[in-house]
């Protein structure tokens, strides 16, 4: 990876932060665009293995940039990605709370309030159809998926026995 990629790939991650309200996964699919599609930087099979182990690994869910920074360029892009997703966000936090406290109970922060709820749910369920679409188990992916997510909403289950059967269910399906 050269020094403008580099760059560019931070820049990149910069403005993604500011939009990633519900954490780091809603905006994974943006990611996977500019990594994936627009880049070639990695494949869909890596892309999502890595998803998968950072949401493995003990932590935030917001390491899945340092990972992929990783996978792309070792240490240094995983340093530069992982600041450059966490600087503008954290700064913006920072001035939210700051400003926040004496603007709350004006229309525009209710107005604000109430919008982000449905933007956090449909970039949520955009991140789950293209990491649905990139783990390489094809078309029956989509039903799995679906029924993991009713399953998840409907049952108080531990997830970890939702993905076991999900993963269950995806060998059968593709032996």
Same mark, same amino acid.
């Given at each position: 990876?050269? +020094?403008?990629?580099?760059? @560019? ?30 880049? +070639? ?24 940039? @340092? ?41 525009? @922060? ?23 679409? @990139? ?41």
């Amino acid at each position: 990876m050269t +020094g403008a990629q580099l760059l @560019a790939f931070a820049q990149h991650l910069a403005m993604l932060s500011l939009f990633s309200v519900g954490g780091a996964n809603v905006v994974l699919p943006e990611i996977h665009r500019y990594v994936v599609t627009e880049h +070639g930087w990695l494949v869909d099979s890596q892309f999502s293995s890595l998803v998968a182990l950072s949401q493995a690994a003990p932590g935030p869910n917001v390491l899945v940039v @340092a990972v992929i920074g990783y996978q792309i360029g070792g240490l240094l892009t995983a340093a530069v990605a992982f600041t450059a997703f966490l600087l503008p966000t954290s700064i913006l936090t920072l001035s939210v709370t700051h400003f926040g406290s004496r603007l709350r109970h004006t229309p525009w @922060a209710r107005i604000l309030q109430r919008g982000l709820g449905p933007l956090t749910a449909g970039l949520v369920l955009a991140n789950g159809f293209v990491i649905t679409g @990139a783990s390489g188990a094809g078309r029956a992916a989509y039903p799995i998926a679906i029924a993991s997510a009713v399953v998840a909403l409907r049952l108080r289950v531990n997830p970890l026995w939702i993905i076991a059967a999900s993963g269950a269910v995806g060998a059968l399906l593709l032996s």
